[in-house]
């Protein structure tokens, strides 16, 4: 699914109006159905609903909302924040139309304002078409809002937050509990600076011509369920080990071979056809122990890894989860960069070896994934501002060296050598807990081993990580969750 800026949603609008053809208050008002629906599934018993309307289209579709909620006999107040003059010709038509079912309250200054104390506040003050930030009425009443202790359900965007960009610390900004945007997730949902302006987020279908966004280039997108699942090959009836080819794993050291244990266990869970783990002798008994299915191999060294295997025969190959950057783990490492041209996956310690010896990026294999969690990536590129300018950075590097990265966290971003950039919609927050990221190179692994091309390997593991993450969390509840639950909930199923 696309992410479109706040200007091609517009151009968007226009060319559904246009070659629909629709009216735009119609288009309004199916909008405003669409979120009514959505609204009411939300709640068991039905509250009061208040709703806080600004004069652009966001409260035009408050006043449609206002009006349809009122029409199927449920309790509502309509607010109208007369922060400017007139307003827009369907905010206007919307406000003819609910005055026939409802008195607006209009709102001049403070004082006209008395606070619910039930229901629920319905937040269409400003949606995409803010210009500059928030001040006078609509940020003393959006003040108001975030001190209520009601819920705030947001109109397609909180109001006063910028769909495309991360607002200034400082700006005045609705904080929902949840938002119900149309058609398309906007790039701010994806964001960790604008969770508290988010909340639970959800898009909900209004219409808009498929076709016309097909016409607006992104490079940003967002993962699907509907558009992976296909991507999971069907296993032949007659296919046999070899079909699903051989990983290797670099993994461990002493005192952290339960990440070599980890990343091994979930590479075996995805489907790979053999896996050799490569790891100090100390981990050899472990490994036979907890994972008998894999074929190990030891380093000559009791602790940490000094040298490599031969590689050539292994058809993808994982280095990093805990082996540590000790110095003469950093020459096997170059040793490794020189043996093989496939692409790898780089994950933890082998992205800290790269950060203290930058020489090496030059060495990385075309396409070969790395899957930094911030302060890796931080430590690897430097510091950034904000999240949005760390993935900047990375679209450059990832361009420059032809590689993929992982972005990891809540929405991790997977970004491409051609620049763009899949965020990931599963996971919870279960899975902040060790473990979780040496299980996401075992399977991202065994998703190269397979042959799954590198950008389908980085974006369908994360996905298939997430799922089982939000699986076990389902089971077990988020603060439960340990990085094995992962690995028993992974399905490679339709
Ligand atoms: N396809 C879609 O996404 C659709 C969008 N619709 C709604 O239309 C909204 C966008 O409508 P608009 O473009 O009218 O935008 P807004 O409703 O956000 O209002 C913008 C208006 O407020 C002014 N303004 C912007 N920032 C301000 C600030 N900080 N202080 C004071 N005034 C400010 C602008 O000059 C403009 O006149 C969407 O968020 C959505 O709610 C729906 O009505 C129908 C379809
Ligand atoms: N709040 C969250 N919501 C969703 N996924 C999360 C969240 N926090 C962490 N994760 C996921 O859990 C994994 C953590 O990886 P990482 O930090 O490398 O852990 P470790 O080094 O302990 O294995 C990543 O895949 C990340 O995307
Ligand atoms: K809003």
Known sequence: MKILSSK???ALDAYTISNEPVSSWQLMERASRAFVQCLLSKFEEVPHFHIFCGKGNNGGDGLAIA??????????????????????????????????????KFVFSEEDLTWPEHGVIIDALLGTGLSKPVEGLLAAVILRINATRLPVVSVDIASGLSADRINPAGDVIVRPDCTVSFQLPKLCFMLPECAPYVGE?????????????????SDFFLTTRENLPHLIKKRGKYSHKGTFGHALLVAGSYGRMGAAMLSARACLRS?????????????????????PETMVLTDPDDEVLTSIPDARQYSAIGVGPGIGTDERTYYAFQMLLSNFSAPMVLDADALNLLAQYPELMKMLPENTILTPHPREFQRLAGKTANSLEAIGVARDLAEKYKIIFC?????????????RVYFNPTGNPGM???????????????????GYAPDIAARLGVFKHGEAGDRAAAIRSEAAVIASDLIENLRWGK
């Open 201 to 217: 987020w959800q898009v909900i279908d209004i219409g808009i011509l498929e076709e016309g966004i097909e016409r607006q280039y």
């Open 271 to 291: 489907g790979v056809g053999l896996l050799t783990a490569y790891v100090p002798r100390c981990g050899y008994q472990v490994l036979q122990t907890g994972a």
């Open 407 to 419: 972005l990891k966290g809540a929405h991790t971003a997977v970004v491409l050598p051609d620049r």
């Open 8 to 10: 091609q949603v517009r």
């Open 67 to 104: 009006r349809i909620l009122a029409e199927r006999g449920h309790p509502v107040s309509v607010y109208v924040v007369e922060y400017r003059e007139g307003g827009t010709p369907d905010f206007l038509e919307n406000l003819v139309k609910v005055g026939r079912h409802l008195k607006p």
């Open 432 to 450: 902040a807990t060790g473990g979780t990221g040496d299980v996401l190179t075992g399977i991202i692994v065994a998703l190269l081993a397979q």
